[in-house]
């Protein structure tokens, strides 16, 4: 067991190398010279040249990839193009912003899921289920930023009782502050909530299937019971899978979310920086997200092979 | 056991008795939609429908400019004559014109960027699945690397690449899913692989085409068509949010996506149902996409739980 782990995280480092290799190549295949959009038409070839030299932009490509990797693992991000600012100084409050964001929506939509996934799955067939069903169906099929504007439509528009747009700052009062974060954290929790019910549902019905849950039904269990006692306890290593599955999948909820409410946060920060080709900024940005994304994935997988008896105690 | 052998040819029954350990074929199952799968099939049927006709339907052309006021509530009179049905959007057009024209672009870039990643994934698949060893291997690593990004972040750092045009959309879409479809594609086909249908038409001597076009493929597709419509919906999704961030599809095209971004602010300008701007293009997203998943729910349920769990992952 302990060497199907290893094999998974090592097999993760290889996965980030990969992608900061993906990164690199993609934001260096932008269409214009930095040097060029950096010192304006008006600049000199020996500026241009003394630019490029000072940066490093006139080595081959592979000495930059290995330039930026070393400056991205001893934490140097770089300097923004716009403004000149360092990287590191941009990124920091923004990626607080949206940790704060993720980590709420968490805890909130963590037992939520469970535990409507559990109801669905203790009684299935019935209208709890028929209806938690076909409503996370309905949500799992629509764009996230859909359940936004119908949000906004009648919370912010018709009902007037939150903004439609999410600023936050320090020196807001607590009210305020929650008041600006519902909106986003409640389309949040609606999209994630509705994949994990979904999931938790399956998983348990799964495990339902088995054959000693079979026998523990022949022998007159009551089916709560059966549910609460053997099947919960088998399903907490696919649960946990979930989460961390689903967790990876709020990287990607994050971006449409912050765009729609102008959240200050490190995916509005990305999405900025690529309508003003900031490359460096760009670059940093999506390492994050794609380094915690990664994470959260190794972790899914982790709990799958720890949750799996089979793979815990091998002959 | 068949009945008819033991009935009618009583008489010759020492001769057959060498057929009894052969089943009968199952009979063919033909797939009965509850009613909820039926509206999904014409409601798709319909979109598929307006994404061929809807430029000759459409009352107006999709960057016409028509009246002096943007946000007009549905039913609005045109100065020129003529109704906006759904009203008008910002720059003064014809929504309802917008919805059927964009229903070729969302529609038909999905449909056509669904098909090829699904001729990639599944050759790919198969032919992991079939040569095994170092072609399955790389095959499988690439594949991993894809797989480990967030699709939207790869999409836009693609986009962002490369510039957006419409071939590059559907390549990126193509690529970020051909390789969920190429999971799929092998774990089948190692599956069937190992049939004993597979191993005696080996034994037979027939070539690896022939096992692939007769026997693996065959066996693999109504799985595989199942899982098309669930793919259809990831890209749809992913297309519209694209375009919804302004880096999908390009104006003057119409497209749901941009149609809901571009219309957004009618929530806060608009009067009286004009705010409803951007509902419509969601509406049609959201309709198109709750119809597919109903149709695969009623095909995963009648093939079994074993397929929708594949497919949750």
Redesign the interface.
């Given at each position: 067991m302990q060497r199907m782990v290893i094999q998974r995280i090592l097999i993760g480092f290889v996965t980030l190398w990969v992608v900061s290799v993906l990164v690199f190549l993609m934001t260096n295949a932008l269409p214009g010279d930095v040097a060029q959009i950096v010192l304006g038409q008006s600049a000199t070839p020996e500026s241009l040249a003394a630019y490029r030299a000072e940066r490093g932009l006139d080595q081959p490509l592979i000495f930059q990839y290995f330039g930026w990797l070393g400056n991205m693992l001893t934490g140097d991000l770089g300097t923004s193009k716009a403004g000149g600012a360092t990287i590191s100084s941009l990124i920091g409050e923004r990626l607080y912003n949206t940790m704060v964001m993720a980590g709420i929506v968490a805890l909130i939509s963590v037992p939520l899921s469970v535990g409507l996934g559990l109801m669905a799955a203790m009684y299935p067939g019935t209208w709890i289920d028929k209806s938690l069903t076909f409503g996370t169906l309905a949500l799992i099929s629509v764009p996230e930023f859909f359940i936004a504007t119908f949000m906004v439509l009648i919370f912010a528009v018709q009902l007037g009782w939150l903004p439609s747009i999410a600023r936050v700052s320090a020196e807001q009062s607590y009210y305020d502050w929650w008041r600006s974060m519902a909106m986003p954290l409640l389309v949040l929790v609606i999209v994630v909530a509705a994949q994990m019910i979904r999931m938790t549902r399956a998983g348990i019905l799964n495990v339902m299937n088995s054959p000693y849950i079979e026998m523990a039904i022949l022998k007159g269990v009551r089916r709560k019971r059966i549910i609460l006692r053997h099947a919960f306890f088998n399903t907490i290593g696919p649960i946990v899978n979930v989460i961390a599955l689903n967790l990876a999948y709020l990287v990607s909820g994050v971006v449409i979310v912050e765009t729609i409410f102008a959240y200050p946060g490190l995916a509005k920060l990305m999405i900025d920086g690529v309508q003003t080709r900031d490359l460096p900024l760009v670059q940093a940005c999506a390492m994050i997200f794609c380094a915690t994304y990664v994470v959260l994935i190794i972790l899914a997988d982790v709990a799958a092979i720890l949750a799996n008896p089979r793979l815990r105690n091998p002959k | 056991m068949s009945d008819v052998t033991q009935g009618a040819e009583a008489e010759t029954d020492q001769d057959m008795s060498i057929y009894d350990e052969l089943h009968d074929a199952p009979p063919k199952k033909r797939l009965k939609l509850s009613w909820t799968g039926k509206i999904g099939v014409v409601i798709v049927v319909f979109w598929i429908v307006i994404a061929v006709i809807g430029p000759w339907i459409a009352p107006y052309d999709q960057a016409a400019i028509l009246d002096m006021d943007s946000y007009l509530p549905p039913g609005a009179e045109i100065d020129g004559g003529g109704t906006h049905w759904l009203g008008s959007d910002k720059n003064e057009r014809d929504i309802l014109s917008r919805v059927l024209w964009g229903a070729r672009m969302t529609v038909g870039i999905s449909v056509i960027a669904t098909l090829l990643a699904y001729l990639m994934g599944v050759t790919a698949g198969i032919a992991a699945a079939v040569k095994r060893g170092w072609t399955d291997m790389i095959l499988s690593r690439i594949n991993?690397?894809i797989l480990?990004?967030?699709?939207?972040?790869?999409g836009?750092?693609?986009v962002?690449?490369?510039?957006s045009s419409i071939p590059i959309l559907i390549g990126t879409a193509a690529i970020i899913y051909a390789s969920s479809v190429y999971r799929i594609a092998r774990a089948y086909g190692q599956e069937i692989m190992v049939m004993d249908y597979v191993e005696s038409a080996q034994a037979r001597g027939e070539t690896i085409w022939w096992i692939i076009f007769r026997e693996v493929l065959p066996n693999a597709a109504m799985p595989l068509a199942t899982d098309f419509g669930l793919r259809l919906?990831f890209v749809v999704?992913f297309i519209?949010?694209l375009s919804?961030?302004?880096?999908g599809i390009q104006p003057p095209n119409a497209d749901w996506?941009s149609m809901?971004?571009g219309n957004?602010e009618a929530?806060?300008f608009a009067e009286g149902w004009g705010?409803l701007a951007?509902?419509w293009p969601?509406l049609a997203?959201?309709s198109f996409?709750?119809a597919?998943?109903?149709i695969v729910?009623d095909v995963s349920a009648e093939s079994g739980?074993d397929l929708?769990?594949k497919m949750?992952?």
């Open positions: - | 991993d690397a480990s990004l967030p699709t939207i972040m790869l836009l750092l693609i962002v690449a490369l510039g919906v999704l519209s949010s919804f961030l302004g880096l996506g809901v971004r957004l929530m806060q705010i951007p509902i969601a997203i959201a996409t709750i597919i998943n109903l729910d739980g929708a769990k949750i992952s």
